[in-house]
């Protein structure tokens, strides 16, 4: 594949953004794929293009088998608004008329915001090469500009909104990196299907535990000393003059020593602040290359990840918090809360404001503490492990945990758990909601399943756990730490044959984070599930059908489909929780045989009894025909991405469920007339 990245920061610059894009190239490079970063010259945080590459308008070069593209730079500090903005339009304009005519052939453009304006440029690359974009969101603009004061005019916020918003329509996909992220952005009426979480990582070969380097601490002043660290952006976000006060307070301390490297728009009014409050146990040094910032954390007794104490970064996982749990670090992190489920609760402090106070109690108790860096190799569940003898079908003292019972599908397992006498309680978001389970008797926690709290207070006295809530890796790895905090011996999580098809990273991450778990663990991927009311799939297909006489065929419409009833799923879910050969297995569920989409709409007009003219059209035509229908009142609602989900070709054997259960699916002629008859349209 051929792969476009269009980044405003770009290598050797040194940033987050430039780091995590860098190494994702790298990775793609040596998967076998064709990568091409469109950037500018390197001058951030200066201002000033590095010696090399002034005097050029463009260039074309090669670092570790990526091809780098550099336009033309408006080159500025990164201090003041309005330089920067006409910094960031410069790159926008440039991209589409400096790039483009090296870069034909391109399949997919990745292009990273901030800032917006880049996205800009990404989107008229892709309608000059005929490709689609991926958004890739690591700040929320204009948001945290407005939370944090630097943008107040009501028409250019409405402006920036709107055009944030149309940036995010008109991508592919949009990839978030955290989930409050996501939330957010769907909150806002983006389609749940296009996001996907890709949260920020590491390296564990490049950021490693060890000693301090005796050279490195003569290089920095800091021999002898316990080392307080600050390494990043010097920004307005960061609140840095809260943890110069608590260097004020720690000066009686003379082995405590306060070492800030990086850049930023307030690095000289902190420097000036230092030398106004005669601070002798602080220094600051320049930014660092990115090879030896391992070397910087590791020269570090505590880091501090400081943010000011806005609303919005709530919604924020530093990423240099990855970076300093590898390294093996303790953090002192002065956040607002949100996303602090990243550390897992472990090795990390937080307190909800910046105060110098608390900043130097927990510096202190951190160098009391001298870190011991621990590898706690978690023992994954063996495959076909007996289960406990409390978590078999029918036990008496088996109480489970079912999560998502409100939805499609857990309305249908939720069923079958009742019937065959299983004691569960539930976690619902919606006490409306869940109406007709209280009125069965079933117990019931009322929160959100990334709130560790109510998981915590619904996780008392169960043994185990059924998770039908849509992966995401933060709910996920909440799951599995509080589920093993209470006892529970057993989960059983659904996921989705999605983790072949879309977003396979995402799933790939949260199963291998299954797979080390300590539980007994079986994960459920079930295709398109489709069979009653309320399924998004089938049941739009077949009032289109019922209302039109012409239906369009994306392509041929000869790919294959094995979509599976929800009521064979909801039995598997009890089966295979009750099974020990599914222990710490993952297993395919589908249909009883794969049909093609022209065969499957074929099927449902023979049982509505109504003839149907079906017509071929070309991919993009058919997406696009999908997406103007939805918007006009009174046409069916089906989007694009539904579309393209009925044609991907979705066909998953379920062979080995049959043997570890003796799964055996309905037929797709069966369950489309148990549906229709749902629905009331039979005989009508």
Not at 264 to 269: L, Q, W
Not at 353 to 381: F, I, M, T, Y
Not at 667 to 683: A, C, N, P, V, Y
């Amino acid at each position: 594949m051929r792969i476009c990245i269009v980044c405003h920061y770009f290598w050797p610059e040194i940033s987050a953004p430039s780091a995590r894009l860098k190494e994702m190239a790298e990775a793609w490079v040596a998967a076998g794929h064709e990568v091409t970063a469109v950037t500018n010259f390197p001058n951030h945080p200066s201002g000033e293009i590095q010696a090399g590459y002034r005097g050029k308008h463009f260039l074309e070069e090669r670092v570790d088998g990526i091809r780098i593209l550099r336009c033309r730079t408006y080159a500025t500090p990164n201090t003041g608004i309005l330089k920067k903005t006409l910094g960031h339009l410069v790159f926008a304009w440039n991209v589409t008329r400096q790039a483009a005519r090296h870069l034909a052939g391109t399949d997919v453009i990745l292009v990273s915001s901030p800032t917006l304006f880049s996205a800009v440029g990404a989107l008229r690359l892709g309608r000059r090469l005929g490709c689609p974009y991926v958004l890739e969101v690591r700040d929320l603009w204009p948001a945290i500009f407005v939370e944090l004061g630097v943008l107040k005019n009501p028409l250019l916020i409405r402006a920036l909104e709107r055009l944030e918003l149309f940036l995010y329509h008109r991508s592919r996909s949009v990839v978030a990196v955290t989930q409050a992220f996501a939330d957010d952005i769907a909150s806002r009426g983006i389609d749940k299907d296009k996001i996907a979480v890709i949260r920020n990582g590491v390296d564990l070969a490049r950021f490693e535990p060890g000693e301090k380097s005796a050279a490195v601490a003569r290089e920095f002043g800091v021999e002898g000393r316990f080392v307080v660290l600050y390494i990043g952006a010097h920004g307005i976000s960061h609140g840095l003059g809260a943890v110069l006060e608590a260097a004020r307070r720690l000066e009686q301390e003379p082995d405590v020593h306060f070492l800030f490297v990086g850049e930023g728009a307030e690095k000289e009014a902190l420097v000036q602040r230092a030398r106004e409050m005669n601070l002798a146990n602080v220094s600051f040094h320049p930014a660092q290359p990115r090879d030896r910032v391992a070397d910087l954390y590791r020269l570090a007794d505590v880091c501090l990840v400081p943010l000011r104490n806005i609303p919005l970064f709530r919604t924020f996982i530093p990423s240099k918090m990855f970076e300093i749990m590898g390294s093996g670090r303790p953090i002192v992190a002065a956040e607002p809360g949100g996303e602090d489920r990243a550390a897992g609760g472990r090795g990390r402090d937080r307190r909800r404001d910046p105060r110098a106070q608390e900043g130097s109690r927990l510096a202190r108790r951190a160098g009391a503490q001298r870190p011991r860096v621990r590898d706690e190799a978690l023992r994954p569940a063996r495959a076909g492990a007996p289960l406990p003898r409390d978590l078999g079908a029918g036990s008496g003292q088996s109480v489970i945990l079912l999560t998502g019972a409100t939805g499609f599908a857990g309305r249908f397992a939720s069923e079958v758990l009742l019937e065959r006498g299983l004691a569960f309680r539930c976690l619902v978001r919606d006490p409306a909601k869940a109406k007709a389970l209280a009125d069965r008797g079933v117990p019931l926690e009322f929160g959100d399943v990334r709130d560790e709290g109510a998981v915590r207070r619904a996780l008392e006295g169960c043994t185990g756990v059924i998770n039908l809530v849509p992966f995401s890796q933060e709910h996920v790895a909440l799951l599995l730490r509080e589920a093993s905090r209470a006892g529970a011996r057993r989960i059983l999580l659904v996921s989705t044959t999605a983790a072949y098809t879309r977003s396979k990273a995402l799933f790939e991450g949260t199963e291998a984070e299954i797979a080390r778990s300590s539980l007994a663990w079986t994960v459920l991927r079930p295709t398109m599930i489709y069979g009653a009311v309320g399924d998004r799939n089938m049941e739009r297909l077949v009032l289109a059908l019922r209302r039109f006489p012409v239906h369009p065929i994306l392509g041929t419409g000869d790919r294959l489909l094995q979509p599976i009833h929800v009521r064979d799923l909801a039995r598997a879910i009890a089966d295979a929780y009750a099974s020990e050969k599914t222990v710490g297995r993952a297993f395919n569920l589908s249909g009883k045989r794969p049909l093609s989409y022209r065969e499957s709409v074929g099927e449902i007009a023979r049982q509505l009894d109504k003839r149907i003219w079906m017509f071929s059209l070309p991919h993009g035509m058919a997406i696009l025909a999908a997406e103007v229908s939805r918007r006009i009142p009174g046409l069916p609602k089906i989007s694009g991405e539904q579309v393209q989900r009925f044609n991907e070709g979705q066909t998953f054997g379920h062979e080995e469920a049959t043997e570890a259960w003796g799964f055996d699916p309905m037929d797709f002629s069966t369950g489309i007339r148990m549906e229709l008859e749902d629905l009331g349209l039979l005989g009508r």
